[in-house]
């Protein structure tokens, strides 16, 4: 059997007017119901250019559009605007097509692509932060729209585990004699406080501390081992807080930094034989134009910092993990980090023209002070913090929505405000007000089939609440599609909170469990797959849908 057209009747409608006018009819919403579903002005904007009548356009146009199937006989109002009445057993089926097809609309790719998505990459020793959280709930919902669409998605998480640090937090237990296998990741942040200030301070200290990476990273086993321990702690934090963040990234998703360190090597050799990489005072350097300063393979005292490793990663990810897509979810910050790695990765050849690289930069996340978000000592607010901060306002399920929804529903570039209050209300454009229209749709549905009533086929439409929802709802494969393609979550978002408003004007307007017969079935078969399409939306935001609020 052909797959079923998950078109929405909105483009193909625009589709059918657009073979004939030659442009976009640019279709908008009819302004009232008695004027039908959609209006344009094409006829109008046909008539300017040419020089003529724009009434007289809109009868010719009207004359050559055949869209019997699709419309009620199309109408000419005002200046020469058309109008357009879905036919209702169009709407009907379109309605029908969600109840009926397991992908809800929600169209399969015929160009898979194998997707590496960096994100997460929390730091070893350090609690995750308030940008971690961004970059987690971000990507995940990346990861959950390239899959639903067909990709193949390869989550990499680029966890911090390597580099000088480790030189002061491996002198700093040994100098206070811990056990590094006993300490909880927030005491291991505690420490790297510690460290990080003794090495400030003593002058002796610092010393032993270079001293001790060059040990370290030569393979001193005692220092490995408490490595190894302040890993294991490392992770067993970071997987509570993705347990809490019911975020799909388990080990098995793990490439840190130190993952790299053999390749680093391998890596330097081929850009020396090459002639990429440059020696400059000292250091391994490769010059790309537009920057202002080289990028540093190798540092003077034999090093490799954080550029090298994100370079060894383009290197494996293509190579190995034979990605065609690679999607780096960091804070805008880095953007000039990464279109230097990017660039020096084309030179190199280890970015060839048909992978697509892409660095997907992030506002900040700012108190009600306008500032960014700040814990008492003044380092950046630790994840956990604001999720229990949340969690003063509502039900955990109910406090995660919020601060997915306030993350997801903005473009992302933009910063936007942590607002517990705000962001756990049950009205307005949040999170909970999508879980509470979900739940509506689950009580009705509930009712329903205690008296046993049918619950479709969908098969009469004859009010505007139903008719606009039943468009709504034929929308829901392109706007998954539009933000698999444009990696724009924001506006699976906004499609979400129009379909709970679309949702809750239809239940004012047309009763459904005291109507009756075939228009009772209708009704609810347009609560089941609001249902459906609302709980499938906001898994695919990564926010739970619960069955009752
Ligand atoms: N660990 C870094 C941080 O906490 C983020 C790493 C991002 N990924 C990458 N491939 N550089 O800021």
Same mark, same amino acid.
């Given at each position: 059997?052909d797959?079923?057209?998950?078109a929405?009747?909105l483009?193909?409608?625009?589709?059918?007017v657009q073979?004939?006018t030659?442009i976009?009819p640019?279709m908008?919403?009819?302004?009232?119901?008695q004027f039908?579903?959609?209006?344009?002005?094409?006829?109008m904007?046909?008539?300017k250019?040419?020089?003529r009548?724009?009434?007289?356009?809109?009868?010719?146009?009207?004359?050559?559009?055949e869209?019997?199937?699709?419309?009620?006989?199309?109408e000419?109002?005002?200046?020469?605007f058309?109008?357009?009445?879905?036919?209702q057993e169009?709407?009907a089926?379109?309605?029908e097509q969600?109840?009926?097809?397991?992908?809800?609309g929600?169209p399969?790719?015929?160009?898979?692509q194998r997707?590496?998505?960096d994100?997460s990459a929390p730091?070893?020793?350090?609690q995750?932060?308030?940008?971690h959280l961004r970059?987690?709930?971000?990507?995940?919902?990346?990861?959950?729209?390239l899959?639903?669409t067909g990709?193949?998605v390869i989550?990499?998480n680029?966890?911090?585990?390597?580099?000088t640090?480790?030189?002061?937090?491996i002198?700093?237990?040994?100098?206070?004699g811990?056990?590094?296998?006993?300490l909880?990741?927030?005491d291991?942040?505690a420490l790297?406080k510690?460290a990080?200030a003794h090495?400030?301070?003593?002058?002796?200290f610092?010393?032993r501390?270079?001293?001790?990476?060059?040990?370290?990273?030569?393979?001193d086993e005692e220092?490995l081992a408490i490595?190894?321990q302040l890993i294991?702690i490392?992770?067993t934090?970071f997987?509570?807080?993705?347990r809490?963040l019911?975020?799909?990234?388990?080990?098995a998703d793990?490439?840190?930094?130190s993952?790299?360190?053999d390749d680093?090597p391998?890596l330097v050799?081929e850009?020396?034989?090459s002639?990429v990489a440059?020696i400059?005072?000292?250091a +391994?350097?490769v010059?790309?134009?537009g920057f202002?300063?080289p990028?540093?393979?190798?540092?003077?005292?034999?090093?490799?910092?954080?550029?090298?490793?994100?370079l060894?990663a383009?290197?494996r990810?293509?190579?190995e993990l034979?990605?065609d897509?690679?999607?780096?979810?960091?804070?805008a910050r880095?953007?000039?980090?990464?279109a230097?790695?990017?660039?020096?990765a084309?030179?190199a050849?280890?970015l060839p023209e048909n992978?697509q690289v892409?660095?997907?930069g992030?506002?900040m996340v +700012?108190?009600?002070?306008g500032?960014p978000l700040k814990s008492?000592d003044g380092?950046?607010?630790?994840?956990?913090d604001?999720?229990?901060?949340a969690?003063e306002n509502?039900a955990p399920?109910?406090a995660?929505?919020?601060i997915k929804?306030?993350?997801?529903?903005?473009?992302?570039?933009?910063?936007?405000t942590?607002?517990?209050?705000?962001?756990?209300q049950t009205t307005?454009d949040?999170?909970?007000?999508?879980q509470?229209?979900?739940?509506?749709?689950?009580q009705?549905l509930r009712?329903?089939e205690?008296?046993e009533?049918?619950v479709?086929p969908?098969t009469?439409?004859t009010?505007?609440?139903e008719q606009?929802l039943a468009?709504l709802l034929?929308r829901?494969?392109?706007v998954?599609?539009?933000v698999a393609?444009t990696?724009?979550?924001h506006?699976?978002s906004?499609?979400?909170?129009?379909l709970?408003g679309?949702f809750?004007?239809?239940?004012?307007q047309?009763?459904?469990l005291?109507s009756e017969?075939?228009?009772?079935?209708?009704?609810?078969g347009?609560?089941?797959?609001?249902r459906?399409?609302?709980?499938k939306g906001l898994?695919l935001?990564g926010?739970?849908a619960?069955?009752?609020?």
């Amino acid at each position: 059997m052909d797959a079923m057209p998950s078109a929405s009747l909105l483009s193909q409608l625009t589709d059918r007017v657009q073979a004939v006018t030659g442009i976009d009819p640019e279709m908008r919403p009819a302004t009232k119901p008695q004027f039908g579903h959609f209006q344009s002005n094409v006829a109008m904007r046909l008539a300017k250019s040419e020089g003529r009548p724009p009434r007289e356009v809109a009868a010719q146009l009207v004359e050559k559009l055949e869209l019997d199937d699709l419309c009620e006989p199309l109408e000419i109002a005002g200046p020469g605007f058309i109008n357009f009445r879905m036919k209702q057993e169009v709407l009907a089926a379109a309605a029908e097509q969600i109840l009926e097809d397991p992908r809800i609309g929600i169209p399969e790719t015929d160009q898979p692509q194998r997707v590496v998505i960096d994100y997460s990459a929390p730091n070893v020793a350090k609690q995750m932060h308030v940008g971690h959280l961004r970059t987690t709930i971000i990507g995940d919902a990346f990861n959950r729209v390239l899959a639903a669409t067909g990709h193949t998605v390869i989550p990499q998480n680029h966890i911090g585990d390597w580099g000088t640090p480790f030189g002061m937090l491996i002198e700093q237990i040994l100098d206070e004699g811990l056990d590094a296998s006993t300490l909880t990741l927030a005491d291991a942040d505690a420490l790297y406080k510690r460290a990080a200030a003794h090495f400030k301070d003593d002058e002796e200290f610092a010393t032993r501390a270079r001293a001790r990476v060059e040990v370290f990273q030569s393979g001193d086993e005692e220092s490995l081992a408490i490595w190894r321990q302040l890993i294991a702690i490392s992770l067993t934090g970071f997987n509570e807080a993705y347990r809490r963040l019911n975020v799909l990234l388990t080990d098995a998703d793990l490439a840190g930094e130190s993952t790299y360190n053999d390749d680093l090597p391998v890596l330097v050799k081929e850009l020396e034989e090459s002639g990429v990489a440059v020696i400059d005072d000292g250091a +391994l350097c490769v010059f790309v134009d537009g920057f202002d300063a080289p990028l540093i393979v190798r540092k003077r005292d034999g090093g490799y910092g954080y550029a090298t490793t994100d370079l060894a990663a383009i290197r494996r990810r293509v190579r190995e993990l034979r990605a065609d897509r690679i999607i780096y979810v960091t804070d805008a910050r880095q953007s000039g980090h990464f279109a230097q790695v990017f660039a020096v990765a084309k030179k190199a050849g280890y970015l060839p023209e048909n992978v697509q690289v892409q660095h997907i930069g992030y506002g900040m996340v +700012l108190g009600d002070d306008g500032r960014p978000l700040k814990s008492r000592d003044g380092s950046a607010a630790k994840l956990s913090d604001l999720l229990d901060l949340a969690e003063e306002n509502a039900a955990p399920s109910i406090a995660l929505a919020a601060i997915k929804y306030a993350d997801l529903s903005s473009g992302l570039q933009k910063d936007y405000t942590f607002d517990p209050q705000r962001m756990t209300q049950t009205t307005g454009d949040t999170g909970p007000y999508l879980q509470y229209a979900h739940a509506r749709c689950c009580q009705i549905l509930r009712k329903a089939e205690a008296e046993e009533l049918p619950v479709g086929p969908i098969t009469v439409l004859t009010e505007p609440g139903e008719q606009q929802l039943a468009l709504l709802l034929s929308r829901f494969g392109e706007v998954v599609e539009d933000v698999a393609r444009t990696l724009a979550p924001h506006k699976l978002s906004n499609y979400l909170y129009e379909l709970a408003g679309q949702f809750a004007s239809f239940y004012e307007q047309c009763p459904v469990l005291k109507s009756e017969g075939d228009v009772r079935a209708s009704r609810l078969g347009l609560v089941l797959a609001t249902r459906r399409v609302m709980s499938k939306g906001l898994y695919l935001l990564g926010i739970d849908a619960p069955e009752r609020m």
